[in-house]
């Protein structure tokens, strides 16, 4: 399970040269951490720093790396010809579909009974009107364009499964495009999949809140760049202690330590954390009880009281 998504560093004007600003109308740099978080790992597996005016489609490049594996992004990594890369490549994407897109519906793959539309054949933006079914679930086709080779561009088509799910809160289908078969995952289970795109906005919040990524004041390139890996590098240290620990624990206990309370006592400990890493590079034997006193107290802070609460991640990935 893999999430693609950027967050934007706001950097001194006078850095604009090499971060410059996106759509702004007056003088501005920003950096885009382009980021690929696996849940797996349970941090970053990719992380790309670049000028804010980058498009975030740009920083979507599939690859044979995808294969195996579910990329979930929103509509600003939407293109048709990644989604067929991503395919070609065995991998598997899910994504919201962009509304001005009109796919053709190819077949249904649900069956409705009673007096159930026929949907074979006609396009979603011919069919949205009529529907009442809380959910629809049908394989489609969508036309697109491949990238230019010698100046001419190549057609073809997309086939993908369109999943449209009613929600009471909003009053609206809420429409999915994804390459998983129903063999895979029901039409419920694919929106309900989609929320865990969240996951690496937590990831963004965590960054910024623990490790001052939103807190760049400097006026120098390199300065700005060494602050901004200094983040990066602190939640990839945090995230691999927090999953080895959360390894070590019961099932039924580990989602008691969300990331977001890790995050917080790890910047708390973090000074002592450093004090006794340098103390073991420096010595060949140390007595280990500083070490387990630190461990400890890491879990205690850590540690979501609320043993009862119903947790999002538990279901998905523990």
Not at 70 to 78: K, N, P
Not at 136 to 150: H, Q, T
Not at 166 to 183: D, S, V
Not at 216 to 244: G, Q
Request: hydrophobic share 40%; with cysteine.
């Amino acid at each position: 399970m893999l999430i693609q998504d950027s967050t934007i560093v706001r950097l001194s004007a006078s850095l604009m040269t090499h971060f410059p600003a996106a759509r702004s109308n007056h003088p501005s740099a920003g950096a885009k951490i382009a980021t690929l978080v696996s849940v797996r790992a349970n941090g970053p597996k990719r992380v790309e720093l670049l000028p804010e005016c980058v498009s975030e489609r740009d920083t979507l490049k599939p690859g044979p790396w995808v294969k195996g594996s579910i990329l979930l992004f929103d509509l600003g990594f939407y293109k048709h010809q990644a989604f067929a890369r991503i395919a070609e490549n065995g991998g598997f994407y899910l994504t919201r579909l962009q509304s001005p897109v009109d796919p053709t519906i190819v077949r249904s793959l649900r069956v409705h009974r009673g007096g159930a539309i026929d949907l074979d054949g006609k396009s979603w933006r011919e069919v949205r009107p009529q529907l009442r079914r809380e959910v629809m679930d049908v394989e489609v086709e969508i036309a697109f364009s491949r990238r230019a080779y010698s100046g001419r561009r190549r057609g073809d088509t997309l086939s993908a499964r369109l999943v449209a799910v009613w929600n009471e809160e909003t009053r609206k289908y809420h429409t999915y495009l994804t390459n998983l078969g129903p063999e895979i995952l029901s039409a419920e289970e694919v929106a309900e999949l989609y929320g865990c795109r969240w996951e690496i906005e937590l990831v963004f919040k965590e960054l910024k809140s623990q490790y001052a990524l939103d807190r760049v004041n400097t006026t120098n390139r390199s300065v700005a760049e060494a602050l901004i890996w200094a983040s990066v590098l602190t939640l990839v240290v945090s995230r691999r202690l927090h999953s080895e620990i959360r390894s070590q624990l019961p099932e039924e206990v580990r989602v008691r330590y969300p990331p977001m309370r890790w995050g917080i006592a790890f910047r708390e400990q973090s000074g002592k954390i450093l004090e006794l890493l340098m103390e073991k590079l420096r010595r060949k034997h140390v007595d280990p009880e500083p070490m387990l006193e630190l461990a400890r107290t890491l879990m205690a802070r850590a540690l979501d009281p609320n043993a009862g609460r119903e947790r999002f991640r538990a279901r998905w990935w523990g």
